[in-house]
C-alpha cells in the first residue's frame, strides 16, 4: 500500500464529501483528508500550463479561504537552528521552541498549520544518525503542532524528499516507499488532519 492510501485510510478521509484531494505540481504533491464533522467545501481551478494536474482550493463550512502558516525552516534558523543541521530534530531537542513558531504562525491568522517533519522519513534522517528515531519524530512534530493550533486551525503534516536520486539508483522506489509508509503511519496515528507533501524534485517519488 502506498504512503498516499494509507493515509487516506489512516485518518478516515471518505468522511470528506469531496474524497481525497490531490493537486501535484513538478515539484510537488498535496493530499487533503479533512476528518471534520463539518461538511468541507473544495473549488477545483484547472491549470492549462500542464504542471499543475489539479488544484483544490479548500475552505471551511464558513467559505472562507483557509490561509496555511509560512516558512518554518526560515523561523527555526531565527529561533538558533544550525544553517545544514537537522529541524525536525528540534521537536524533541528544542519543542518548546518549536511550538513558539507554531504559536506565532496561529496568532497570525493561519487556518492551516504544517509540522516540523518535511525531512523526517528514515531514509533522510539517516544523514544525522536519527533514521531509528523517525517515528517518535513524526509523533512529537504533530503533537507540537496541534498543542500550538488549538482551535484556531488544522494541523496538516509535512513529507518531503528522501534527499536520494531514484534515477541515480542511489535508492530504490521500495526503500522510499517503506520510509514514507512508517513517516504516514506515525503522522496519522498523531492526530494530523492531512498530510502535504512537497519540496520533491522527481515527481515519481512523490506518488510513491
Known amino acids: 500500500m502506498s504512503a498516499r492510501n494509507l493515509v487516506c485510510e489512516a485518518m478516515a478521509c471518505t468522511s470528506c464529501t469531496t474524497g481525497p484531494i490531490l493537486s501535484a505540481t513538478s515539484a510537488s504533491v498535496c493530499l487533503v483528508a479533512n476528518t471534520s464533522s463539518s461538511s468541507p467545501r473544495a473549488s477545483r481551478a484547472s491549470a492549462s500550463s500542464g504542471r499543475i494536474h489539479r488544484l483544490w ?22 529561533h538558533g537552528l544550525e544553517p545544514g543541521s537537522c529541524p ?15 504559536r506565532a504562525y496561529g496568532e497570525a491568522g493561519s ?32 503533537e507540537i503542532s ?11 503534516a509535512s513529507m518531503g524528499p528522501c534527499g ?19 513517516q504516514a503511519q506515525a503522522l496519522a496515528a498523531a492526530g494530523a488532519a492531512g498530510v502535504v507533501v512537497g519540496q520533491i524534485g522527481d515527481l515519481s517519488e512523490a506518488e510513491l
Open 57 to 78: 482550493i479548500v475552505s471551511d463550512s464558513s467559505c472562507e479561504p483557509c490561509w496555511p502558516d509560512g516558512a518554518w525552516a526560515t523561523e527555526l534558523q531565527a
Open 88 to 102: 525536525d530534530a528540534w521537536n524533541l531537542s528544542h519543542p518548546e521552541r518549536v511550538e513558539e513558531v507554531a
Open 111 to 142: 487556518r492551516i498549520m504544517l509540522t516540523t517533519s518535511s525531512g523526517a522519513n528514515r531514509i533522510a534522517l539517516a544523514r544525522h544518525g536519527l533514521d531509528g528515531r523517525a517515528q517518535e519524530i513524526n509523533r512529537a512534530g504533530v
Open 146 to 156: 496541534r498543542r500550538a493550533a488549538g482551535a484556531r486551525a488544522r494541523v496538516f
Open 164 to 182: 536520494k536520486l531514484l534515477v541515480a539508483e542511489e535508492v530504490t522506489e521500495k526503500e522510499i516507499a517503506e520510509a514514507f509508509e512508517e
